[in-house]
């Protein structure tokens, strides 16, 4: 039978639990439960299982979630990170999703595309004073 530890930790103040963090993550990726499910080889119920706090992240499933969201697990784990993909890292999916669709397109439009998305950009960096 396991012992009950003595010891007293600190606790570790956090914003959101881990399976917030899982959902946000996620959601960051432009994964559903059903697609990312998929990619780990369980079922939709458990992904929501874990987000929702109703079953405990193994150490184990923390791995194969972080390796199916390209994402390091301290990414998952620790409080504070943000595993969204914008400190170099991989774009989500959402975003490469678009860009597959503009790649289809005559090369015409794709120029008329790109210049709308620099626009933006440079209004963007403009406002906001950020390159």
């Known amino acids: 039978m396991p ?3 003595k010891l007293k930790l600190p606790p570790i103040h956090t914003d959101e639990s881990i399976g ?3 959902t946000r993550i996620r959601k960051d990726r432009g994964f559903t439960q059903v697609e990312l499910a998929e990619k780990i080889g369980i079922i ?3 992904v929501s299982s874990y987000e929702s706090g109703a079953l405990k992240l193994s150490a184990e499933m923390a791995v194969r979630f972080a390796m199916a969201l390209e994402v390091a697990t301290d990414d998952l784990l620790m409080p504070g990170t943000k595993g ?3 400190n170099g890292k991989t774009p989500s999916r959402k975003i490469l999703r678009r860009l597959e669709k503009i790649e289809t397109l005559p090369r015409t439009q794709q120029i008329a ?3 709308t998305i620099d626009n933006a950009l440079e209004l ?3 406002k906001t004073g950020t390159r």
Do not use: A, W
């Open 113 to 115: 595309v790109l210049k």
């Open 84 to 86: 969204n993909g914008k």
């Open 44 to 46: 939709q119920s458990l």
């Open 3 to 5: 012992r009950v530890s």
């Open 124 to 126: 963007h960096t403009l």
């Open 20 to 22: 917030e963090r899982l």
